[in-house]
């Protein structure tokens, strides 16, 4: 229940194209989902977040589209350029109270020249 | 900003030695986490601590002990190391009032021979 599954494990993008990274969660209690990136030799950083009364946050280039009802949530980055390879985690948690994040597996994305 | 810092970069350890990593923030945070990263499987919840002399196991608490005597500090404690806690181990910490972002080191990547 407390699972959230992160696919691909790795991406391969073009510069220029359009990455997607997909999650899905069971516990449908979750009500904060965000996203981090991290570059090599340094710690994951939030990237963006969503909650559950919307279905799409968009910041610069990065977009979280979320469907509750499918209990999937997914990270798009526009326009992808060489400085967007990283990892990327995915996680779920609930807003209310001090509880811990439940991350997904990382997918290590590659945006080539 | 946040500054969250994991006192060594890279450890090399034996089997059965007592490993201590070490982690300091700056921001007064009440919250303080140890994750692991492994390749494929994300970031795994060590322990974590809501505040001074608190703590919880999280996820995968065996073979780890923690300690939080100072507010600022949240040592991770190795009490006999194996070769199976041969990772990259990140330390984080947020803010209490808002579950919302937690801040990372730049990781220790331990190797036990």
């Known amino acids: 229940q407390q699972q959230v599954k992160q696919s691909p494990q790795s991406l391969i993008v073009q510069k220029g194209g359009i990455p997607i990274i997909n999650c899905a969660y069971e516990?449908?209690?979750?009500?904060?989902f965000p996203w981090y990136q991290q570059f090599p030799g340094k710690g994951p950083a939030l990237l963006i977040a969503?909650?559950?009364?919307?279905s799409e946050k968009k910041e610069g280039r990065f977009t979280i589209s979320f469907n509750k009802s499918a209990k999937q949530f997914s990270l798009h980055i526009m326009d992808s350029q060489p400085g967007d390879s990283a990892t990327y985690f995915c996680a779920a948690s609930l807003i209310q109270g001090a509880q811990k994040l439940v991350f997904g597996q990382g997918t290590r994305l590659t945006i080539n020249p | 900003d946040v500054k969250v810092t994991q006192s060594s970069r890279y450890l090399v350890k034996r089997t059965g030695e007592k490993v201590f990593l070490e982690c300091v923030q700056d921001?007064?945070?009440?919250?303080m986490f140890w994750y692991r990263q492994d390749p494929g499987l994300g970031l795994r919840l060590i322990y974590f601590s809501y505040d001074v002399k608190m703590k919880e196991k999280g996820d995968i608490p065996e073979g780890y002990s923690v300690s939080r005597e100072k507010k600022e500090r949240f040592s991770l404690i190795l009490e006999s190391a194996s070769t199976n806690q041969t990772s990259m181990y990140l330390c984080?910490?947020?803010?209490?009032?808002?579950?919302?972002?937690?801040?990372f080191g730049s990781g220790t990547q331990l190797s036990v021979l």
């Open positions: 969503i909650r559950p009364d919307v």
């Open positions: 921001m007064d945070h009440e919250n």
């Open positions: 984080a910490s947020r803010v209490p009032t808002t579950n919302e972002k937690l801040f």
């Open positions: 516990n449908t209690a979750f009500d904060y």
